[in-house]
């Protein structure tokens, strides 16, 4: 197996940068997702990988061999889209064997070859047995559900024992509880087969619960890269504390204060201690503070009740601090008896308050 490696690489459409100097090393074996909204290259970079898109500038990397001239059928990868794309004719195995008719492949380290009938059924039997799709090989697509035709795309992939795996955002078309239960069906499958996966999705979810590693992008630029805990625990910019987490991470203005090496930050009239930062007297920054973070009833932030979202373990409770709205998680007993219109405090442990540059987007402390 391998890792990918991007050197400053640069795709563009005419005048358009869809892709913008991105250097990214993806280790051999890691589960690496790129993460970001619609739009912001993430697709682009992992069809370049595939060899459906060209280079404009700078270099990639499959393993130790630059594969910017490469074209896509020499290149060692499977790649998996969010739409199934199976053929509704064959059965669930002509499926999955099609790659083994249509490729020659080294068997114990000797030159490339077609594989056998017998060789072919192996393969194809390993492979259903790894996805559970034993069962349904004598079927078709359309006696299957949406999860199982999904698993049968991602077979057809994983047969031909490619270095890199690439996935198009493969769950997109599935039902919220199909996700939850694919995702973790994705896990296990990246630890049995121990090989390289780089992964696609808009989805900060399937980010934080799958991924060895995030790189999160914006306008073609890759913004953070990071365990995912670590990417949600300390946002490089206020884009990555925006986009990552549910709810997102609260934004307030605020100006900051410096006094003897202690710091603080002025919300409207209150003030509210913050851990140690590269930050100025005076400096106007933008606070973030995660939902979970934010108390009801013990601080010096005063707000007013909005609304209130019920989710049975928790509570979503909207406020207002002036003319900035933030959200509230809180358990069932832990805000009290606030009511919309309520006038209330809020508060954070310094330590849980971020602080970011108001003009450059970047993180202070």
């Known amino acids: 197996m391998s890792g990918v490696a991007f050197d400053k690489v640069t795709k563009r459409f005419g005048d358009v940068t869809a892709v913008d100097a991105i250097s990214l090393d993806i280790v051999d074996k890691e589960f690496m997702v790129l993460l970001g909204p619609s739009g912001c290259g993430k697709s682009t970079a992992l069809r370049m990988v595939a060899g459906l898109e060209t280079v404009s500038d700078g270099q990639l990397r499959i393993g130790d061999l630059v594969v910017n ?20 004719h064959m059965t669930v195995r002509q499926n999955i064997e099609v790659p083994l008719k249509t490729r020659s492949y080294s068997v114990d380290g000797a030159a490339p070859r077609k594989l056998t009938k017998a060789e072919r059924n192996e393969r194809v039997d390993d492979t259903a047995r790894i996805l559970g799709l034993d069962d349904l090989l004598d079927r078709k697509p359309g006696a299957l559900s949406g999860g199982q035709r999904q698993r049968v795309a991602l077979g057809r992939a994983i047969v031909r024992r490619p270095e890199v795996f690439l996935m198009d ?43 060895d590693r995030i790189a999160v992008l914006q306008d073609g630029r890759l913004q953070q890269v990071g365990e995912p805990q ?46 140690d930062g590269t930050v100025d007297d005076g400096t106007e920054v933008v606070v973030g503070i995660r939902p979970e973070h934010l108390h009801l009833g013990a601080g010096p932030i005063s707000a007013t009740v909005r609304a209130i979202e019920w989710l049975g373990h928790e509570r979503h409770v909207f406020c207002d601090i002036g003319q900035t709205s933030v959200i509230v998680r809180d358990t069932e007993d832990g805000g009290g008896d606030a009511r919309p219109g309520d006038e209330v405090s809020l508060g954070a442990r310094p330590g849980d308050v971020h602080l970011f540059d108001a003009e450059t987007t970047e993180r202070l402390n």
């Open 230 to 275: 670590a990417v949600y625990a300390r946002p490089a910019n206020l884009f990555v504390a925006r986009f990552i987490g549910s709810p997102p991470m609260n934004t307030i203005p605020g100006t900051a204060g410096v006094d003897g090496g202690a710091v603080s930050v002025e919300i409207g009239e209150d003030r509210l201690e913050v851990d």
């Open 69 to 88: 001239d490469v074209e896509a059928k020499d290149r060692d990868i499977a790649m998996v889209f969010q739409s199934y794309a199976l053929y509704p």
């Open 169 to 211: 955002e493969p769950l997109s078309n599935l039902d919220a509880k199909l996700r939850a239960k694919t995702r973790v069906e994705l896990v296990e499958l990246h630890r049995a087969l121990q090989t390289t996966i780089v992964y696609v999705t808009h989805d900060q979810v399937e980010a934080m619960t799958m991924a």
